[in-house]
């Protein structure tokens, strides 16, 4: 169904273009039209987290003992970032250097290159990606230089942390994993996308934009485990209530996460806000990472047919955004086969 978007959006874009130097633009919220049936960003949230756990519209009862053990222990996590971050996959053993390197922005695509090139296994996922529709190289990129030659040091960045966290954000075997594994990982890449084609149109941190959304929803990862776990049959989250406690709870632990990792400030700051903020976000990185995020869910809301189309919403926005969103939207799609 992704296929729906395309006669709305048809610009590309130049997704491998390096960073602007002119000060970000503000992105206010968006604030629906009178009359219009635009789901509220809030909507938005719930609706995707309804369906990537349940599948099924959330009803309107009291939480169950099943949901209830969840929540006890996704906000036992959150006392101790050690704790959650050992509950996650096992990150590549290169990646505390490699994160290093790409946290400098002095460092050159040498340093990140004779990092990456400890793993032999994660060199070639770079070169995988990199000759991917996600990032759309000219030619067949053979080599790490390559990599630099036709997209940047900023792509080479993109390629090799999008990889770093891969293992941890796509997992699969057992019954939620099939259901929500995958959809995680497809989501975070697209809001990465997202982010960093708002970043490019809005003239704000391509990498930190991209880099905030891409690990937005670790945090589910750890949802997901624990419903795996707990598990003794075919429960499922089916109570409103648990939707509505679960998803800040999410974005708490993804922010914990991220400042664990040792992220770049802005890309923590951005995801602080999201996670703290009952007022919405008030950074322009903050607003970027916030639209892209909610782009990509809707995206994955139409392709489960949960919703027509995102033109309601888009029409909703200041001029603008709504290009910069339209923009956005469009590499999604152009990227799809990547997701």
């Known amino acids: 169904m992704i296929g729906r978007f395309k006669h709305l959006f048809s610009a590309t874009g130049n997704d491998v273009a390096e960073e602007k130097a002119e000060a970000p633009a503000e992105v206010p919220p968006p604030a629906a039209a009178e009359g219009s049936p ?10 995707y987290c309804s369906q990537l756990l349940s599948g099924h519209s959330p009803q309107d009862v009291p939480l169950n003992d099943f949901e209830q053990r969840v929540l006890d222990e996704i906000t036992a996590l959150l006392a101790s970032a050690d704790t959650a971050c050992d509950a996650l996959p096992r990150l590549p053993e290169v990646l505390p250097k490699l994160m290093k390197s790409l946290r400098d922005e ?15 296994l994660l060199v070639a996922e770079v070169l ?25 040091l900023v792509g080479l960045r993109e390629v090799v942390v999008t990889v770093s966290l891969k293992p941890i954000l796509k997992l699969d075997g057992g019954r939620y994993w099939q259901q929500a594994g995958r959809r ?16 490019l149109s809005l003239h704000a941190s ?35 209530q648990f939707g509505q406690q679960i998803q800040p709870l999410v974005r708490r ?9 040792e992220l770049p400030a802005a890309s923590v700051e951005a995801l602080r806000e999201r996670a703290e903020s009952v007022t919405g976000v008030s950074s322009p990185l903050g607003g970027i990472v916030q639209y ?12 489960d047919g949960r919703i027509e189309d995102v033109d309601p919403y888009l029409q ?6 709504r290009r910069a969103c339209e923009q956005a939207l469009s590499e999604i799609e152009a990227h799809a086969p990547s997701l």
């Open 206 to 240: 391509r990498f930190e934009a991209y880099l905030a959304g891409l690990v937005h929803n670790v945090g589910m990862v750890l949802v997901v485990q624990t419903l795996q776990r707990l598990s003794e049959g075919n429960e499922t989250p089916r109570s409103i």
């Open 38 to 47: 635009v789901l509220s960003l809030a909507d938005i949230e719930h609706e």
């Open 292 to 303: 892209g995020i909610h782009l990509s869910m809707l995206r994955g809301l139409v392709e």
């Open 253 to 261: 632990l993804s922010c914990l996460i991220a400042r664990h990792w």
């Open 316 to 321: 909703s926005l200041p001029a603008s955004e």
């Open 128 to 152: 995988r990606l990199a000759n991917s529709p996600c990032f759309r190289a000219a030619t067949k990129i053979t080599c790490l230089e390559q990599v630099v030659m036709q997209l940047g």
């Open 184 to 199: 995680v990982w497809s989501q975070a890449l697209a809001a990465a996308v997202a982010c960093r084609s708002l970043a």
């Open 106 to 120: 002095r460092a050159s695509w040498e340093e990140i290159a004779h990092v990456v090139g400890q793993d032999p």
